[in-house]
Structure formats: C-alpha cells, structure tokens
C-alpha cells in the first residue's frame, strides 16, 4: 500500500509535535513522581492522586494542595488558594486566543484543559515562529497530560519506599519553572518584563496576603511591556514617516 502524500504530512506534524512535547514529557516524570511522592506522604490514595491529575492538572496547584492538606488546611481555604494561583492562566490563555481565532469551541474546550505554564511556553513560541496548528497544540498538551497523571501514579506508588526531599524533588517544580523563564527570554523587552515581574512580586508578597500577588505582579509586568511595545513601535513609525 503507498503512503499518500496527506498521510505522510499528518505523519510528519505528528512527529513534529512530539519532539515539541518530548522535553515536558521528561521533565514531568521527575515533577509528576515528586508530587505523587508527597501526595503520597500526605496520606492521599492512588486513586486520589490519579484523580487530582486527571481533573486538576495543575502541578503548582497541586503542590500547593498537598501542601495545604499536611498542614490541616481546611477544603475552602485550599480551594480558594488554588484557584488564585491559577488565575495566571486567564493571562496564558490571552495570549493563545490571538492564534486560535474562529476555531471550534468544542475543540477548544479540549484544548484549554491541556494548558499548562509548560505547554504554554512551547506552544506560544511554536505559533510565533509560525507553521504550528492547533492540532499540534493538542498533541503537545495531551501527551504531557498523559505523562504527567502517569508519572503522579508512579510517585505515589513509590512513595512509601522514598524519604520527604530525597534526590532534591522538593527543587524539581522551582527548576522547571526556571528554565522556562529563561526559554521565554526571547530579548531584552523579555527580559525587561520579567525583572518586573520578579521585583513586584517580592514586593507585593510583602505587603500582600494570600497569593494574590502572583496575579497582580504578572498583570502589572506584562502591561508594563505592551506599553512599551506600543510606545516602540509608534516611535518606529514615526520615524518610518518622516
């Protein structure tokens, strides 16, 4: 049987896709047994960790859950932290609607339950490098999705056998949190926006309770950039029409 030239494309982008995701895949393995490790630790079942996963897929969240759920935190109290920490995703998911116009909303329901900090930074530099379709976002989110509840399992199964902040699983999450950042910094704008950020952070978790600083900092940050965006390119412009 010849393979069609369709076939050999939709093979090629599938392929593509997950070369894209493969570098999440493996960091998702340390993140995702740490936290089933801790999940584990802090008394949750197999199947509650499968379950958080699969409904949640959030790592920081549920870290943060986790967390929470040691120290006697009661079910509101967590719901309510969670849920501010993942409000930086209104501002991720901003970003990706400029690339996902007149798409099919069922498709992108599918694809917002996959977005995460990680798919995020590979997906929005895929589509500003043009050539990248939402079928190969969904790829790159489902096949992390998929790794990440694997490898929570896989950590709560080994959790028993696994002292609390062996072999530097506490750090894992701060280190692929710092590694995006550094991906993202594509130049000095970048760059300029994230010291922002990172220095009205500090400053607002000083001064502000709960997590809402995270929020606050990030919408600041990022609207300081665009201003300066803007600003730049309407110097540019002038400059073009004199």
């Known amino acids: 049987m010849k393979t069609t030239g369709h076939s050999l494309s ?102 917002a339950y996959g977005v995460t900090d990680e798919s995020f930074a590979v997906n929005l530099g895929k589509f500003l490098d043009g050539d990248w379709s939402l079928k190969d976002a969904l790829v790159v989110n489902h096949v992390a999705n998929i790794t990440w509840i694997i490898s929570t399992i896989l950590g709560g199964y080994a959790g028993r056998f696994i002292p609390a902040g062996a072999f530097g699983i506490d750090y894992a999450l701060t280190g692929m949190f710092l590694c995006l950042l550094v991906f993202q910094l594509r130049g000095r704008l970048y760059v300029l926006v994230s010291v922002a950020a990172g220095l009205l952070s500090v400053v607002f978790y000083l001064i502000i309770p709960g997590n809402a600083y995270v929020i606050i900092a990030s919408a600041l940050a990022a609207t300081l950039g665009v201003a300066i965006k803007s600003w730049y390119m309407h110097k540019r412009k002038q400059g073009e029409e004199q």
């Open 10 to 111: 939709d093979e090629m982008n599938m392929l593509r896709a997950l070369a894209a995701a493969w570098p999440i895949c493996l960091g998702y393995l340390a993140i995702g047994m740490a936290f089933g490790v801790l999940a584990r630790q802090a008394g949750l079942a197999i199947y509650q960790i499968a379950l958080m996963s699969m409904i949640v897929f959030a790592g920081s969240a549920q870290f943060i859950a986790v967390s929470m759920i040691t120290s006697g935190a009661s079910a509101l109290s967590i719901i309510i932290t969670t849920f501010m920490v993942n409000l930086r995703h209104l501002l991720m998911s901003s970003s990706l609607t400029l690339h996902l116009k007149g798409k099919n909303k069922a498709i992108l329901s599918l694809f």
